[in-house]
């Protein structure tokens, strides 16, 4: 049973399900390694062409960034690739922490709005 002072302690914290990500996770690798290539190689046209395919096939729009700045493309790949479809379902996460156990386990668990999937590691308390 949990008590009050501990339900109160985990929902202190704001767990808002921010919704699925619109590329799969081997999508987000895919371009996630070849970004990384490119940057590696210091290969601007190519890392810049990364960011180009997936501005259209996520239908973005395109930002303008300027030549060589690296740590600003390196910003908009990371939007892109993690980009959410849409601002987050609003599901509260903590409803499902609290509904298993608090025995300080890795989980995976699913939204039950969205089908969103976070990791955490459920919180211990002495009761
Ligand atoms: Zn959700």
Redesign the pocket.
């Known amino acids: 049973m949990i008590s009050p002072e501990t339900e109160q302690c985990i929902r202190a914290v704001t767990r808002t399900?921010?919704?699925?990500h619109v590329l799969s996770s081997e999508q987000q690798v895919k371009f996630r390694d070849l970004w990384y290539r490119y940057q590696d190689a210091g290969d601007w046209p190519a890392a810049q062409s990364v960011v180009g395919v997936l501005e259209k096939a996520l239908k973005t729009g395109h930002l303008e960034i300027p030549d060589n700045n690296w740590e600003a493309l390196f910003r908009r790949i990371v939007d892109l690739i993690y980009i959410r479809v849409a601002d987050?379902?609003?599901?509260d996460f903590n409803d499902l922490i609290l509904a298993n156990p608090l025995d300080g386990q890795d989980r995976v668990v699913a939204?039950?709005?969205?089908?969103?999937q976070i990791s955490y590691k459920a919180p211990t308390f002495e009761e």
């Open positions: 399900c921010k919704g699925p987050g379902c609003g599901y939204c039950p709005k969205c089908n969103n």
